[in-house]
């Protein structure tokens, strides 16, 4: 009966943390199971480290603006330390104490599910089977994608995992892609020290799920710092003839570019090939099909969930933390036989916020002009440039940004926001809360912003559009 428990956890990072504290305040029992650390690829390789290591960056950047201020070099050595404070130095002591005052049982091993309600864990010491009495959630995450390309694998290439663990800095990075993670580390490489820094980029701009303005505005400030940005290219084969030495990667173009490390950054898939999948009826290697309750769809009885960046909904931390916190409620609910809410317009349809911290910094929430048009609304889009305010001179010279906001014509309602300049980042959440609480530009229009701040940029955009 030890190995019994009402819910079972596979994947101890944000997500899965979250659904086991929401499950025992319902007042059931959960035990979690982690491979590695607990906290997950978030709090070790991920978000934390990467914030770290671009604040200095960000500041830097912030100091040069204003006029009388000066920096001097940046230390790396402290900025690498401060990146293994922020990680603990790589242990999870720390999280551990947090899932026992849960109270959780942390069972360490590498979990995969073996029939209905089951769950076998390899550990240490050989192996423990689990049993849940209501609910099984997969919380495993993603995984980096490395391209099937000729010799790429062989290269032994960075990963956002290598990239953020970094102990010494590359004088030549190459970097493979043009999304957050490639964006993010190739200005804080190359902020710290890598002094030839290149992005090779299949598309045509940087960002590209995000509005084009944006990828646009990095690209600048991208050159104007140095970076190398070279957009529609691809690369044919990569060669490193010996370990931790030279890396040749050959173009698409014909060309050949040489660096001492390679960071391939052209996305993540879910974390599923080896949890068991195919005991109930799953294909492996794909993520888990959910329905707004996070609970499995192709899977009879309702027994199991998953959360995070393993369903494919959306995949950022803040976000698989929410659908944590909705499926710990479901579980426990449905346990207590609680008639549930209607599971509908969940935030991780139209309303996740996504911050990408580089200066300048790009943020956004809801629908971009693209995805509007696509899902067939009339609306209206409405720019406005951001160095206009008189917050954003005061924060320095040479400020430059754009705010722009998508309006639905019919409910006059926000359907999208999206900020890129320096510092945009904290503009976000009033955003997020006027997305997704739909509130009717007429009543935001009385939400004063306090002057002299970037927030006036709110009223900016409601004035261009007529109010």
């Not at 000729?150 to 970094?166: F, I, M």
């Not at 931790?244 to 390679?262: F, I, P, Q, R």
């Not at 006059?412 to 997305?435: D, N, Q």
């Amino acid at each position: 009966m030890a190995d019994e428990f009402d819910v079972i956890v596979i994947g101890g990072g944000p997500a899965g943390e979250n659904v086991v504290d929401r499950a025992v305040r319902g007042g059931l029992t959960a035990a979690l199971v982690e491979e590695r650390l607990a906290g997950g690829e978030c709090s070790y390789w991920a978000c934390v480290p990467s914030k770290a290591l671009l604040r200095p960056i960000d500041l830097a950047a912030e100091v040069s603006r204003v006029p009388g201020m000066s920096l001097g070099p940046i230390d790396v050595a402290a900025v690498l330390a401060r990146r293994d404070e922020a990680v603990s130095n790589y242990d999870d002591a720390g999280q551990v104490r947090w899932i026992e005052s849960v109270p959780a049982e942390l069972v360490r091993g590498h979990g995969r599910l073996d029939g209905q309600k089951r769950v076998r864990v390899t550990t240490d010491d050989g192996e423990r089977v689990l049993t849940a009495r209501h609910a099984v959630v997969l919380a495993t995450g993603s995984v980096p994608q490395v391209p099937g390309v000729p010799g790429l694998k062989e290269a032994a290439p960075w990963t956002s995992h290598e990239v953020t663990a970094a102990k010494e800095i590359p004088e030549r990075l190459a970097v493979l892609g043009g999304g957050v993670v490639a964006c993010e580390m190739a200005q804080a490489m190359h902020g710290l020290g890598a002094r030839e820094t290149t992005l090779l980029v299949r598309g045509g701009g940087l960002l590209s799920r995000m509005e084009p303005f944006a990828g646009e505005l990095l690209a600048e400030a991208f050159a104007e710092a140095g970076i190398d940005v070279r957009l529609r290219t691809g690369i044919e084969r990569v060669e490193r003839p010996e370990p931790g030495g030279k890396v040749t990667v050959h173009l698409s173009d014909g060309t050949l570019l040489e660096a001492d490390e390679l960071l391939v950054a052209t996305g993540r898939r879910a974390a599923t090939r080896d949890i068991g999948l195919d005991t109930v009826g799953l294909p492996a290697g794909e993520p888990v099909e959910v329905d707004d309750s996070m609970r499995a769809t192709a899977v009879g009885d309702g027994w199991l969930y998953a959360v995070g960046d393993v369903n494919g909904r959306v995949l950022l931390t803040h976000m698989g933390k929410y659908q944590a916190r909705v499926c710990g409620d479901v579980i426990a609910a449905r346990a207590r036989g609680d008639e549930l809410p209607a599971m509908r317009d969940l935030a991780d349809a139209y309303g996740s916020p996504q911050v990408v911290f580089t200066d300048p910094q790009i943020c956004a929430v809801g629908r971009t002009e693209r995805m509007a048009r696509e899902d067939g609304f009339r609306y209206r889009v409405v720019d406005y440039d951001m160095g206009a305010v008189t917050g954003a001179y005061l924060l320095g010279d040479g400020y430059r940004g754009k705010a722009r906001a998508v309006v639905d014509e019919d409910r006059k309602v926000l359907l999208g926001v999206t900020f890129a300049g320096p510092g945009a980042a904290e503009l976000l959440h009033a955003a997020t809360i006027a997305v997704t609480a739909e509130v009717p530009l007429d009543r935001l229009w009385h939400a004063v912003p306090s002057f002299p701040t970037v927030s006036e940029i709110w009223l900016r955009l409601l004035e261009t559009y007529g109010l």
